[in-house]
């Protein structure tokens, strides 16, 4: 057969953007949002969506540009998912646990045009922004305001912002906005549209870049391997800044879904929205499992919800407890690298035959490729070759396929050594494949801490600690914690004089609070091996043997 090319009917760049329009023919006069007591139509997001992308591109931001976005999952929240790259630039969604200092990094970094900024995190952004230095331009900043007072002023007022720093408000963005802008489209599909910081606080930010196309394919490719039916009511406990919230945020819009929207939540208003809004999906860490499940007012829901839990891996004793109150919980992995679930475990009809700790401890493991993830592996360290499907040989998981990360914005060497030339992405996730083809994490190469499902690179406190007079060596690793999965311990030898309290303080007026130490461990000096490294693993040991934290240290 004759090679045919393709051409510029079948090659269009893919694009998860085009979901929002359908969305707004099929399911216009279903809701979309529903914030308090404000709800929108899908109709309603569409618009105002184009509205804020026109007037991004009237106030001059430019294909290619970072916007950056740093606000609780409210209303606003969710449509700068769309609106952002549909006026051509590239998303930025900002930790909000993150300190002033990480998050001036980030902006620096990524010399973010445009910051948004959620009204209750003005301190923050403002404090960031003063931290540019001298003719570094800092971002143009718009205020989100509270939905409500916001929506109440009359069309025709100019919601002034009263303080000089902000341009605008958000609502002012909408209403000035043209709702018939043809929006800027990818010219290519490998073109970006996120921007994701996995870390910042040295000076060597990690901001993972998605294409268009990568968005696309793993929207489309979690709503099936989750099984989401049309019109789902989906709750927002995860953080939409994580990872674009699983890119769940886009998928609402493919399948009309309603999306809940919670300035904080906690147990108590989890329940009162799955009831109030008969909610029928959400996703969350273990540590949201957790709250659930250990929740004083936990009752049992009237009508299932299926929760889908990951980034970090859930203890089988949390999953069963939340199963006996009516959540249906999946269990999938992935990383920002990825943007998404890109291995679950795929549940077999027959395992609902097995008891019920049984079903509890297989739903534990991280499971199987999704469809489109092209290959999974578990790879010897020595070897490089795939581990026997032994359930005991540990290796580290490596990935390939179509929605991997482009690469770290500005560091070549550092996307080279997590996307090699073999053609792996290496997650740095240690793990075995047991006998049926599952795959299960066992430990981790990388030097990452998980605290509630956010990432705390040990390395990055290591490098604060190294900064106080008293210390002499510093290692950093996780330690079990009943409600947050693990937190930091810190191994110091001082050659000055410092306690506990000195030490946690110290951390905690240079790092966000949650990569602070919970537990400083003071030694001599630190074990080392041969070739003069702390051994890590001897203090992961080490830190295993501590006696438990006493309680929740922190929310
Ligand atoms: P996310 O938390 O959204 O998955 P991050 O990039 O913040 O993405 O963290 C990725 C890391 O989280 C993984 O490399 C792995 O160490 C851990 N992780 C993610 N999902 C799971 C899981 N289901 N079980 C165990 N660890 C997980």
Same mark, same amino acid.
């Given at each position: 057969m004759n090679l045919l090319k393709p051409t510029s009917a079948n090659s269009c760049p893919l694009t998860p953007l085009t979901f929002l329009e359908r969305a707004a023919t099929v399911?216009?006069?279903?809701?979309?949002i529903v914030f308090n007591n404000t709800t929108f139509t899908w109709a309603h997001t569409h618009r105002r969506c184009r509205q804020v992308a026109s007037s991004l591109a009237r106030l001059g931001i430019r294909r290619g540009d970072v916007v950056s976005v740093l606000a609780y999952n409210v209303p606003a929240m969710y449509e700068l998912q769309f609106a952002v790259p549909m006026s051509g630039a590239v998303l930025n969604n900002l930790n909000t646990r993150l300190d002033a200092r990480t998050i001036s990094v980030m902006l620096r970094h990524s010399e973010s045009k445009m910051l948004l900024v959620d009204v209750h995190l003005r301190a923050l952004a403002l404090e960031a922004v003063s931290r540019?230095?001298?003719g570094t331009p800092p971002p143009v900043l718009v205020l989100i305001r509270d939905l409500e007072e916001s929506l109440s #002023? /009359?069309?025709?007022?100019?919601?002034?912002?009263?303080?000089?720093?902000?341009?605008?408000s958000y609502e002012d963005l909408v209403k000035k906005g043209n709702s018939n802008f043809d929006w800027i489209r990818p010219i290519?599909?490998?073109?970006?549209?996120t921007l994701n910081y996995?870390?910042?606080?040295?000076?060597a930010p990690k901001g993972v870049v998605h294409s268009h196309r990568a968005i696309f394919i793993i929207t489309v490719d979690s709503l099936m391997d989750w099984s989401v039916p049309k019109n789902p009511v989906y709750l927002w406990t #995860? /953080?939409?800044?994580h990872s674009n919230g699983w890119s769940f945020t886009w998928g609402m819009a493919a399948f009309g879904g309603t999306n809940i929207c919670l300035h904080k939540f906690n147990a108590d208003n989890i329940f009162s929205a799955v009831d109030r809004h008969k909610v029928t999906h959400m996703c969350g860490a273990p540590v949201v499992l957790n709250m659930i499940a250990n929740s004083p007012n936990a009752k049992p829901l009237k009508n299932p919800v299926h929760f889908l839990t990951g980034g970090a891996p859930p203890p089988s004793a949390v999953v069963l407890r939340t199963e006996s109150l009516g959540f249906i919980v999946s269990h999938g992995f992935g990383m920002t690298e990825v943007a998404?679930?890109?291995?679950?475990?795929?549940?077999?009809?027959?395992?609902?035959?097995?008891?019920v700790t049984d079903r509890a401890s297989l739903k534990a493991r991280q499971g199987v490729r999704t469809l489109a993830l092209t290959e999974v592996n578990v790879l010897?360290?020595?070897?490089g070759l795939g581990v026997k499907h032994d359930g005991l040989t540990q290796g580290e998981i490596v990935l390939k396929g179509?929605?991997?990360?482009?690469?770290?914005l500005k560091d070549p060497l550092a996307t080279a050594m997590c996307m090699k030339d073999n053609g792996w992405l290496y997650t740095g996730d240690v793990g075995v494949i047991h006998p049926d083809g599952y795959l299960e994490i066992?430990?981790?190469?990388?030097?990452v801490i998980i605290s509630g499902g956010e990432n705390v690179s040990s390395v990055e406190v290591e490098s604060v600690l190294y900064t106080?007079?008293?210390?002499h060596e510093a290692a950093v690793v996780a330690r079990q914690d009943k409600f947050w999965g693990e937190t930091p311990c810190a191994f110091v030898s001082l050659i000055g004089k410092a306690n506990s309290e000195d030490i946690i303080k110290f951390c905690r007026d240079r790092l966000?609070?949650?990569?602070?130490?919970?537990k400083v461990v003071f030694m001599e000096e630190l074990p080392k091996t041969a070739?003069?490294?702390?051994?890590k693993f001897w203090l992961r040991d080490m830190a295993k043997n501590l006696s438990p934290p006493k309680e929740r240290s922190r929310i």
């Open positions: 399911y216009g006069d279903c809701t979309s540019f230095p001298p #002023l /009359p069309p025709t007022v100019e919601s002034r912002v009263n303080e000089v720093d902000f341009l605008m290519n599909e490998w073109d970006p549209i996995t870390s910042g606080t040295t000076s #995860l /953080p939409m800044f998404g679930v890109v291995v679950s475990c795929a549940w077999k009809e027959k395992w609902n035959r097995l008891p010897d360290p020595e070897s179509p929605c991997l990360m482009l690469g770290y066992k430990d981790r190469s990388k030097d106080n007079p008293a210390v966000p609070h949650y990569m602070v130490p919970t070739t003069g490294k702390i051994k």
